[in-house]
């Protein structure tokens, strides 16, 4: 086994290695701005789809997005961008579930069941897809709640 360190702008090192040559990527976290970092993995997700980091790039915008930037909107819309973009990948069921919990926690629960909903039409073999109807039909009720206390 052998190790290199890098002391480098990731990009600029990555143009220099080889494809899925790569067995862990370590970087400090947060680097820079956090704009930065939402640019460094726009970058990943644009530039290098074939990334075994490509999905972690997805999940960590998203992240960052909702939770220091409270940008609930636009880490949803990340999420099914992701689920559009490669419906087939491993991880779209978990990004679907994730969007709907992120919908949910931000109050809205209408778009909450609308997502919890597809993840158990569309990836009824996640793992999370029972959870995700029973959790539709929880994050209803509370809806309905909410408009019958109103």
Do not use: C
């Amino acid at each position: 086994m052998s190790v290199k360190l890098y002391h480098n702008d990731m990009f600029e090192v990555l143009k220099n290695i080889e494809p899925q040559s790569i067995d862990l990527l370590l970087t400090d976290f947060p680097y820079g701005t956090l704009k930065k970092d939402r640019n460094q993995w726009d970058q990943v997700i644009q530039n290098f789809a074939d990334s075994r980091y490509w999905d972690d790039a997805w999940e960590q915008k998203a992240y960052t997005q909702w939770a220091f930037l409270s940008q609930y909107p636009q880490a949803i819309q990340t999420l099914l961008d992701f689920v559009a973009a490669a419906p087939n990948n491993a991880r779209a069921g978990e990004f679907l579930y994730d969007a709907a919990q992120v919908a949910d926690r931000s109050g809205d629960l209408a778009q909450a069941v609308q997502i919890y909903e597809r993840v158990a039409a569309e990836y009824p073999g996640y793992e999370q897809a029972p959870r995700a109807l029973f959790l539709a039909g929880v994050t209803r009720d509370r809806k309905s709640t909410r408009l019958n206390s109103s």
